[in-house]
């Protein structure tokens, strides 16, 4: 008998544990394991990519400032700029904010750009609390299992993914303009 209530038990904890998963209400692209955000745009008829890549590789710190962009390196050989982007997440219940930096990339070909925003790390700042930068993949792994490192986590992911695709946004209005 004692079997049978073991084996009752075993079930209704794999159901109630199985109710939490993924609570979130919204998506962050992930790609093996990674958060990735990629978005691609048509080229203009009267534009190349090599003109766009220039114009946007001189343009970046004007076109988003509040992301604080870093020196993009180009690659002419691949139509390619990679750089970095560091931004402010701000939580307003608590008055804590975290920095996020990302890694982007712009890729041409002759019809297309493709924008992609990767390696993300966070940076929380918290009153009396000193960290390093970590790799956001952790903390959304333990978020979306429902194990959130601190009640702030849902406020992050949703400014990482706000903050995200509205620099992409920015960027790809950029480029089709």
Do not use: C
């Amino acid at each position: 008998m004692k079997y049978f209530f073991f084996f009752v038990f075993q079930m209704l904890w794999g159901i109630f544990s199985f109710a939490q998963y993924d609570t979130l209400k919204f998506p962050i692209p992930m790609q093996n394991g990674l958060v990735i955000y990629e978005r691609e745009y048509p080229l203009t008829k009267n534009k190349s990519a090599a003109q766009i890549l220039g114009n946007f590789a001189k343009r970046l710190s004007s076109v988003a400032p509040d992301y604080h962009p870093g020196i993009p390196n180009k690659n002419e050989l691949k139509q390619a700029i990679s750089g970095a982007i560091l931004f402010r997440v701000d939580i307003p219940q608590t008055g804590n904010y975290f920095w996020l930096k990302a890694s982007f990339r712009l890729l041409a070909n002759e019809n297309s750009m493709k924008i992609q925003v990767k390696d993300f790390f966070e940076k929380p700042i918290e009153k009396g609390v000193t960290n390093d930068y970590s790799k956001i993949e952790y903390r959304w792994w333990d978020f979306r299992h429902a194990k959130p490192w601190s009640n702030e986590d849902e406020a992050l992911f949703m400014g990482l993914d706000q903050k995200t695709r509205n620099f992409l946004d920015l960027t790809g209005k950029e480029i089709t303009e």
